[in-house]
């Protein structure tokens, strides 16, 4: 059965510091993966996206996310963290007849 | 575009009563619609697959007498929690596939059941 492993339930990050959101992946075929930033008490928001091609996905809010077929691994990074990226983030991967496995979410931190 | 809505927003509502939210698909069309529920600090479980004019396909271990999901449209999914329990007080989120394998959320729905 497909899963979704993030190894960290929280990070803090300064403000202006990079950030790297680790996500692990298992599934049978290739997958369709996901990053989603949640605000509390709000709905999720699509940051990006991985279906096939160039294995450097880029999103909003300068955002990416590289997929490593060799380490099923789709790392969420932004070289500059702002404020008002604290928030929580959640990886999900594209499963059978189109639903989605979630990680267990990060929660980040950011620090003035 | 892609927008997804929600209605309630919250609602607090007696032990044992029956609550209806709605998910609604405002700029597009949806026969597929996903109904999440999220408890606090946690991930999203996905209850159920709502299809717009047939029966909903519902997880292992989700009870689908207690939550009813109806697909009348192709715009409107709704989800009824019935004889509602304190355990069922969550965070509800629908979404509304557009494009194979992309979902947009709503805002989500916060149940109390007191």
């Known amino acids: 059965a497909q899963s979704v492993t993030q190894p960290d339930i929280h990070i803090t990050v300064s403000e202006g510091a990079s950030l790297e959101l680790r996500c692990n992946y298992s599934?049978?075929?290739?997958?369709?993966l996901f990053w989603y930033v949640q605000s509390p008490g709000q709905g999720l928001q699509l940051l990006l996206k991985?279906?096939?091609?160039?294995?450097l996905v880029q999103g909003i809010k300068g955002f990416e996310a590289e997929f490593k077929r060799s380490q099923s691994s789709f790392n969420l990074r932004k070289p500059s963290v702002h404020w008002s990226d604290a928030a929580e983030y959640f990886c999900?991967?594209?499963?059978?007849?189109?639903?989605?496995?979630f990680g267990t979410g990060t929660r980040l931190l950011v620090s003035p | 575009g892609a927008v997804v809505s929600q209605h309630p927003s919250w609602v607090i509502c007696k032990s044992g009563t029956s609550v209806k939210i709605e998910c609604r698909s405002l700029?597009?069309?949806?026969?597929?619609m996903f109904w999440y529920r999220q408890f606090p600090k946690q991930s999203l479980m996905l209850m159920a697959t709502?299809?717009?004019?047939?029966?909903?396909?519902?997880e292992q271990g989700v009870e689908k007498d207690k939550f009813l999901i109806n697909h009348a449209s192709l715009t409107l999914s709704t989800l009824t929690v019935t004889s509602a329990h304190p355990e069922d007080s969550s965070f509800y989120i629908c979404s509304a596939r557009l494009l194979a394998n992309e979902q947009f959320f709503g805002p989500g729905t916060r149940l109390t059941v007191l």
């Open positions: 709502s299809n717009e004019g047939s029966k909903a396909t519902y």
């Open positions: 700029d597009f069309q949806a026969t597929t």
């Open positions: 599934y049978g075929a290739t997958p369709y």
């Open positions: 991985y279906f096939s091609g160039d294995t």
């Open positions: 999900a991967v594209g499963a059978g007849f189109q639903k989605l496995v």
